[in-house]
């Protein structure tokens, strides 16, 4: 499955909100996921091609200017470019969407589907969903997990990117180049890899532990609890997720002009809060787009879960794209799959459209 | 004249759009009429591991004599994930011709309407000889979707080196002597922390049902028409807790882990396990990595409870089917008959190391020591619930989430067994 958080199209590093990129073409469940992934940044971005890195939001005295003049200019040609996006949008997402929903309508066990039956069944396959009580479990450990990948991420990859700001030019290239790589590896060939360097008999994480510590893991087992099982998911997802926010915020640190900083620091600003008062609130707009494609991107986590538990212990890592895998796939239960993929993507929609509005008051009253 | 033009036109574009339309929606319908002269390309899916490739290049040979025009594309597919993929294939446009399916699967897909009935091919196929396990696994409703093709169990398999320095000197014959001797087995190789008297990855319940129906357990009864699941009956019960002390005293296997990824044949060869419980198939798989182990691997049938007796095992294998959707059924025939006769069964038991689909072939391993062991073995067989809802039970990982649970102590064994019976209750009633 190619849609994942970690699965970044790199065209996403510029501010194309509502590219379907490589995600599109996966089957009906996965992509009607996206769909949710893809409408929240414009609504972040604000006004389209406003590059988000340039910060001009915050800064004074750059404020749109003349927007009559402006009125005037726009004649047919710009629709007509958004055109070719618009068909892609409704033929790579809106479809797969429609057939989605309609299939949550659906009886479609293997039988109706080997056999291209169709059998109209109303909200049955939502009332199986809504009253399985794993599905609940399964929900709110979603919101859980999302939470701390998208604290985790944001919170390093800040990190990350003052770090760039600061070391020489030679060190900051060698910082960039491995973020670069490990933003470019395959999530399938990542999460493969940490399983195995978290495997008990095999991986190098217990064989340094035992070496370098007294401890001995030698055998420890990090999939049979569910909290260290979980550690090494979301090890596995920040790693392949902080790359895009630190660059990207390492983009945006460089639009702060040093005389504002410089002014700060005169004004008897230590580093800290020259961060939280000066540096934050410009580069608001660009946390706004980067949290909440972080929300998204972690909600939908399927593919780490996959290959490094598959759900396990005991179902105990089954996050709610997996839930939906196994209704479909697993038990041959599509038309319930999809039921759960629905609310999934309305799950998405909700969460993301409350948190850019409550973004946007906080950004409209600081200024 | 123009009239007569326009005419013709659009008798050119009904016939056009008339053809294509017989081309893309039914080429079996074609493909029957045509009879198997008619040169066609035919895939086949076989499982990984089930058949050494020199059986599938001889029976490939006889086919190409017979129907030189035809190409055989065969695809090793892998065990993990199997149902997910079968089920996308069958419900596309252009499904493999042949399939090989795990015997306890059969049902389930023949149910769905993807396989082709083959009840009247039985007598020309040679079915009144079939292993009567695998042809109950290949029949739903009494017609016959699945070919059997070969059937597999398990049993014990050891390291005679490791045995023989730890001082054990006569095979377990019941589940006390075998914990006697896995006890000096741990106790003269423990040093190496990674070492395992009995290699048994967490998620293995293959090798788990034998001790449940040794005490007289079972994973789901028939209860009029619906079923239940029995695994948290005292006698179910009983046989997971010796199994748990079992494995948590002698194995180093991951308990999160499953036969596929962890597989036991690994440690066996390298000598970080002296017993595993696997087919008979792995002895061959250990000597290919280690040529060097030839008279070190030895095999006996996993240990019951009272002296003497062995424990029931699972009686796994695979069936042969063709597609519904296929658009070369005569030639897929064919080839399912080929690899399901007894040329091929002949040589499938002695370089594949199965047991073959036929009585008629049974006595094919008399001389063989490893492999008789798990033709005796056979005969005191049982397999899971004979219901086509039973491949759900293993796709949505019951019994591997309690086997889990329990080993890793997550949760005790009656709340996992609780959970685990009311999912398969469930299940297989839904």
Known sequence: ?367 | MHRRLRTVAVAGVAVALFAAGCGGDDPADAAAGGGDTQAKDITVWLMNGSAPESVIEAVNKDFAAKYPDTKVNVEIQQWDGIQEKTTTALAGNNPPDVLEIGSTLVSKFAESGGLKDLTGKKGELGGDTWLQGLTDAGTLDGALYGVPYYAGDRAVLYRKDLFAKAGVTTLPTDRASFVAAAEKLQATHGKDKQFSALYFPGQYWYAALPFVWDEGGDVAVKDGDSWKGALDSPQSQAGLGWLKDVVTRFSKAPVNGNENDNDPAVPLGEGKAAMIIDAGWKVGTVLKAKPALKDQIGVFPIPGKTAGSTAPVFLGGSNLAIAEGSDAGDLAYEWVKLLSGSKAQTDLATTGGVIPNSTGLLDIHKDDPILSVFDAAAKNSRSTPATPKWANVESSTILQDMLVAIFSGSKSIPDATRSASEAITKTLNA
């Open chain 1, 1 to 367: 499955m190619e849609n994942d958080a970690t699965n970044r199209p790199p065209e996403e590093a510029a501010p194309a909100p509502t590219d379907p990129g490589p995600d599109a073409g996966a089957g009906a469940v996965a992509v009607a996921v996206d769909v949710a992934g893809t409408v929240p940044p414009a609504a972040g971005a604000g006004s389209g091609p406003v590059p988000p890195v340039s910060g001009s939001a915050a800064v004074p005295g750059q404020a749109p200017v003349a927007p009559r003049q402006r009125r005037r200019e726009v004649g047919p040609l710009p629709y007509a470019l958004v055109v070719p996006s618009v068909l892609l949008l409704v033929g790579l997402l809106g479809y797969p969407l429609y057939v989605l929903v309609r299939t949550s309508f659906q009886l479609l066990d293997l039988r109706q589907l080997v056999r291209r039956q169709t059998v109209w069944t109303g909200l049955d396959n939502y009332a199986t969903v809504l009253s399985d009580s794993e599905f609940w479990a399964v929900a709110v450990r979603t919101l859980v997990f999302a939470a701390i990948c998208v604290g985790l991420t944001i919170g390093i990859g800040t990190l990350v990117a003052l770090l760039m700001r600061r070391v020489g030019k030679g060190m900051r290239l060698l910082v960039a180049a491995g973020l670069l790589l490990a933003w470019a590896t395959p999530p399938v060939s990542a999460a493969t890899v940490f399983r195995w360097v978290f495997d008990e008999q095999y991986g190098v994480v217990n064989w340094a532990v035992t070496r370098l510590t007294p401890l001995d893991w030698s055998q420890h087992s990090w999939f049979a609890d569910r909290y260290s099982a979980f550690a090494v998911i979301i090890l596995c997802v920040v790693w392949q997720a902080v790359p895009f926010v630190a660059l990207t915020l390492y983009a945006a640190l460089t639009t702060v002009p040093d005389e504002v900083l410089e002014a700060a620091r005169i004004d008897g600003c230590g580093p800290w809060r020259a961060f939280r008062h000066v540096t934050a609130p410009m580069l608001k707009p660009v946390f706004l787009i980067l949290t909440s494609l972080s929300v998204i991107w972690d909600l939908k986590v399927f593919t780490q879960v996959y290959v490094i538990t598959r759900g396990g212990p005991d179902r105990q890592t089954v996050l709610i794209n997996l839930y939906t895998y196994t209704q479909g796939f697993g038990v041959s239960r599509f038309g319930v799959a999809s039921a759960a993929a629905v609310i999934m993507v309305a799950l998405t929609l909700l969460v993301t459209v409350w948190y850019v509005r409550v973004m946007v008051r906080v950004g409209e009253e600081d200024l």
